[in-house]
């Protein structure tokens, strides 16, 4: 009974939102959920937004990078052959690959905190489980758990951004992708202080604390009011607003939250109903089939290969990375040595992976410079270009300087484009398929890091760099074709919330 009357209470503050605005006419008073994230400006509301879905990215990002410490550690001691070892890293994207999309769907049907509740509970569970795998067998089903969990940080990225006012908006995605590197970079730490003292074991449990953290936060986090507003949830959407406007000390305009697409409506539409509208909306758009529709069938087919290009070429580079630094002195001595000889206790291990993350850094903030003031689509195509330039010289055989220069330059401007293309996906979507469209192109990019390493495979068997290096190059001279080719352009865009309102190049 008390359900009852709560549902029927929002119920009717819906539909007196929507009066409010209907019938009054061009003095009608009332906001949009951007109007209303503009009043609000970026403040502590959305800081502690970013504090969480950053988290989100930290966990992903740990889970992924202590593959490059745990994996040569349980060679020896299970007797792993080198297939078995890459199979541990394999599994993980495989499960990614059916996680990516499924929580996108979730998101998108049932609301984004319902996706990343599941993704954490998964990741959690199956994280810590890893720390206790008697056997081979039964780590790769748990890693591949593990992997299905992670896919959902497409999630919290859709997330944010539903609650960044447009001023800035890049600048302020930039800001959260730097969580990722973040998430490398803490992982290189906790590998370097306890592999030595405590073995792998530890290692894998204490990767998956900032899951658990999630989930222990997990309450105090509010729904996306953008989502919200798709359900046709008003009521719920302004109190959320409300209360970040109060935590930020700012003020909304006056009235009452209406939804972008009643606003805009015409007269000939007048007599339909809220409910009415928002359900037929939702019907029509949750369908995967609408991605590709006549209005998003170019967008979505070139974002799925930018996706693919982009984690192709950047995990590409980070393998041609410690390939060729190996070359330099196996193929000169003749005696290639194998990566059941590396030592955990060696801290050139976790340099390495201090040095080529902090790569990555220039590159972020030459981003959040560019992002709004020359748009995503040439911004993209700067650090593509950038990246095939630094790259080139290793086409044949350089120096020690020379290779490590073009690796960590071309490093560096190809994850920025990576990045915004992270950005751009999730801006060109409609609300209601946001994560859907984000997660299918997150689950084909998720091939191009599966596919990389068979290029790179027998580069250090034979002594040599430059099919490799082309086939990188190529790709990413592909890559910067299709951003030519994208249809929109978003910088300065509100987000959509249906397939109806799509985003205009100026």
């Known amino acids: ?5 709560n549902d029927t209470l929002i119920l009717a503050s819906d539909l007196s939102a929507l009066s409010f605005y209907s ?3 061009e003095g009608s008073v009332g906001y949009t959920l951007d109007e209303a994230l503009g009043a609000i400006g970026f403040g502590r509301f959305q800081l502690i937004v970013l504090a969480y879905a950053g988290l989100g990215w930290v966990a992903e990002a740990m889970e992924m990078m202590l593959l490059s410490f745990v994996g040569p550690a349980m060679k020896p001691e299970w007797g792993l052959s080198a297939s078995q070892e890459s199979m541990i890293s394999t599994v993980a994207f495989g499960g990614m690959l059916v996680g990516a999309y499924s929580w ?40 591949c758990l593990v992997g299905a969990g992670l896919s959902c940080a497409h999630v919290f990225t859709s997330w944010f951004l539903e609650f960044v006012p447009i001023p800035n908006r890049g600048a302020w995605m930039v800001v959260f992708a730097t969580f990722w590197t973040v998430g490398t970079i803490m992982e290189a730490s906790l590998a370097w202080w306890v592999m030595p003292r405590y073995g792998w074991r530890w290692l894998l449990g204490l990767s998956a604390v900032p899951s658990l953290v999630l989930l222990l936060f997990f ?4 729904e996306s009011p953008r989502y919200l507003s798709t359900q046709g949830r008003l009521a719920e959407a302004q109190r959320i607003l409300e209360r970040g406007a109060a935590l930020s000390r700012r003020e909304l305009p006056v009235g009452l939250l209406v939804s972008d697409h009643i606003k805009t409506k015409t007269n000939d539409d007048n007599n339909e109903s809220l409910e009415s509208k928002t359900r037929s909306s939702q019907r029509s758009s949750s369908s995967v089939f609408m991605l590709l529709s006549s209005k998003l069938i170019r967008t979505t087919l070139l974002l799925w ?3 693919f290009a982009n984690m192709f070429a950047y995990y590409g580079i980070i393998l041609l990375t410690s390939q060729l630094s190996t070359a330099q002195t196996d193929c ?15 801290s050139s291990l976790y340099v390495n992976v201090f040095i080529t993350s902090l790569a990555e850094l220039p590159g972020l903030g030459l981003a959040a410079i560019l992002l709004d003031r020359v748009g995503r689509k040439i911004s993209m195509v700067i650090m593509l ?4 330039v630094l790259l080139l010289p290793l086409i044949v055989h350089q120096n020690e300087v020379i290779t490590t220069g073009s690796l960590f330059g071309s490093r560096m401007f190809i994850s920025a484009s990576f ?3 992270l950005i751009y996906a999730p801006e060109v979507y409609p609300t209601n398929l946001r994560t859907t469209g984000v997660g299918i192109a997150t689950a084909i990019g998720r091939t191009g890091g599966m596919v990389c390493p068979l290029i790179v495979v027998g580069m250090k068997a034979g002594c040599h760099q430059t099919v490799p290096v082309i086939v990188f190059e190529v790709t990413i001279l592909l890559c910067g074709l299709s951003v030519v080719i994208l249809p929109f352009e978003t910088k300065g865009k509100e987000l959509t919330d249906t397939i109806d309102l799509p985003v205009q190049v100026k």
């Open 1 to 5: 009974m008390t359900k009852f009357v």
């Open 23 to 25: 019938m009054g006419d």
């Open 104 to 143: 996108g769907r979730v998101s998108d049907a049932y609301g984004r905190k319902k996706g990343f509740l599941g993704a954490s509970i998964l990741t959690t569970l199956a994280g810590f489980s890893c720390a206790f795998a008697p056997n081979y067998i039964s780590l790769l089903i748990l890693r």
């Open 219 to 222: 309450r105090l986090v509010p």
């Open 305 to 307: 290969f930018l996706y």
């Open 332 to 346: 000169g001595s003749g005696s290639p040595k194998s990566h059941s000889e590396t030592d955990i206790k060696d």
């Open 385 to 388: 270009v950038s990246g095939f």
């Open 419 to 421: 990045i915004i293309v």
